[in-house]
């Protein structure tokens, strides 16, 4: 309003000095035409913005590069002389500037782009800050803008959104024994014995011979088997630039192998040591082969996947001792880089307890290794030669071999006598 009284006080003051030809009036209009034009090179402009983000990729693996794209398109009637943008990114790793400021005729628009590296898990943006200036400067009203497309971003994990029917390993079956008996593979032939069934007689050794023989076929059996998830916090490594880390790994697997050995028959159970030392229920399955073992055993893999705490690891294998089954199986899951499976193993051997370990290994990842990463690769190396020396099958995963080969080793340790 004080602009416009401006303006009308210059205007009546140059009208009397064109009237009265007295240049005292013309000299007096200047100063209110002056605060006139200043008002109105300051007025604040009411933007009408649309406003759109995208990413590239929508579904990026951990560590992929993402690039984020904010762009402000000016849809009002009037030119906008300074629009000042800043992006709200999750709080990771930014390369770039998420800032941005220009003029905007009518139609134009701004872009504000910049990466994102990103861990797993989903990620919200918060709504992008705005500020409109007039044409002398004076800062407007910050506002926070609505975004039409991308609010979050979900870094794709090996876990996410494939469920556990379909991540079966399909040639798993029955573990053979070194015993005789009914079965499907040929075992040895022995005298015949009143009872026999007679489709088990060798007769074309009767044949031959004379002799009343009965074939024997290796009996398969099912099997106890308790995957153990080495969650603890401070062991873990990960593939650098925000890639699965060993937790991710070994969950994975377990999650794999879980569906295979519940449809082949076999008692399946999970533990998760980090829980099993806090004695919380959700850390441990009991074995089992019914849906609701399926449902239990995935959720004691989900509780694994959150980060573990620091937890004591002798109390973990102390409850983990106390609740097997006998005879079960064992397969700890593990990146092998402090003493835990050394001191598991030396706990269980008393047992009848035969165990397995799976250890991904991301030791020589990106590359050439640092001094302390080939020192800490030699440090896990000689835990592994140590544990196969006392008879411990340890199955190194590396992330250019298949999962489902992998795992088939870990079956084939089953069927050792230890």
Known sequence: MRWRAAGVAA???????????????????????????????SGIPSPE????????????EPGEAVTVRLTVENVGESPLPDLRVADDPPPVPVDGSTEAASALRVGESLTVEYDLSLPRG???????????????????????????????????????????????????????????GSGVEFFSTREYQRGDPVNRIDWRRFARTGELTTVDMRVERAITVVFVIDDRAGVQRSWPGYGPDTLDLTTYAVSRALPSLLESN?????????????????????PGRDAATRSAASETVEYAQADGGGVSAERAIRALRERLPANAQVVLCTPLTDGFAEDLVEELE???????????????????????????????????????RRGVPVVDWSLEDPLALTLSKVFETWGETR
């Open 49 to 60: 913005l649309a406003v759109e983000r995208s990413v590239e990729p929508e579904a990026p």
């Open 350 to 388: 008393a047992g009848s307890h035969g165990v397995t370990i799976l250890s991904p290994d991301l030791t020589t990842a990106g590359g050439d290794p640092s001094l302390g990463a080939a020192t800490e690769a030699l440090q896990r190396r000689a835990r592994a030669d140590r544990l196969q």
């Open 266 to 286: 076999h008692r399946v159970g999970v533990a998760a040591c980090s829980g099993l030392a806090a004695d919380d229920l959700a850390s441990y399955t009991d």
């Open 122 to 180: 989903t990620h919200e943006f918060g709504d992008p800050r705005i500020t409109a200036r007039g044409v002398a400067g004076r800062r407007g009203e910050e506002a926070d803008h609505d975004v039409d497309g991308a609010t979050e971003i979900t870094c794709r994990t090996l876990l996410d959104d494939v469920p556990l029917r379909d991540r079966t390993i399909h040639y798993v079956g029955r573990t053979p024994t070194d015993t005789g």
């Open 11 to 41: 205007l009546a003051a140059g009208t009397l000095g064109f009237l009265f030809g007295n240049p005292l009036f013309l000299i007096i209009a200047t100063v209110p035409t002056v605060y006139a034009v200043y008002g109105y090179l």
